[in-house]
């Protein structure tokens, strides 16, 4: 029964590992096009941000991606339980919906819901993992909605 257990854990580890790359490819186009839409999308028609801002905003979504894609979660899929990790990143995913502007919500988001996801039938901490799934799905929307009434109701 133990063996069954660890095969199926490192299974899950396994494939967590080969979503890294893709995943953090998807959460940065995500995050750019958000930036985009952020940048140069305005419900009135003008927009008072530059090029300059944008890019500013897609350093900042890079260096992010780079340390939680880069770093922190394949530091965590070596762990025996991924859902403290995957709940912290979750959360953070949501509380930077308040600065939604910096493109990190989906970069934190994605991160914890990869974790989650690799830790969600694991012996310990599925419960958290399976809660920061959904907050990290939370996180993202919250954040689309939070974008879509930034650029409607711009002044």
């Given at each position: ?78 762990r025996a339980s991924q ?73």
């Open positions: 029964m133990h063996h069954a257990v660890v095969a199926q854990e490192s299974g899950q580890g396994a494939a967590a590992r080969r979503l890294v790359g893709p995943i953090a490819v998807a959460a940065v186009a995500v995050a750019v096009v958000m930036a985009a839409i952020g940048t140069f999308v305005e419900g009135n028609g003008n927009s008072n941000h530059s090029t300059g801002d944008f890019l500013a905003v897609c350093a900042i979504i890079a260096v992010g991606a780079a340390v939680v894609f880069g770093w922190v979660v394949p530091k965590m899929l070596d859902g403290i990790p995957a709940l912290v990143l979750a959360v953070l995913g949501l509380l930077t919906v308040v600065v939604f502007w910096s493109g990190l919500p989906p970069i934190f988001a994605a991160g914890g819901g990869l974790l989650a996801w690799a830790g969600r039938d694991a012996a310990h901490g599925r419960g958290l993992c399976r809660a920061a799934l959904v907050i990290a799905v939370l996180a993202v929307v919250a954040d689309v909605l939070v974008l879509i009434g930034d650029t409607t109701n711009s002044i």
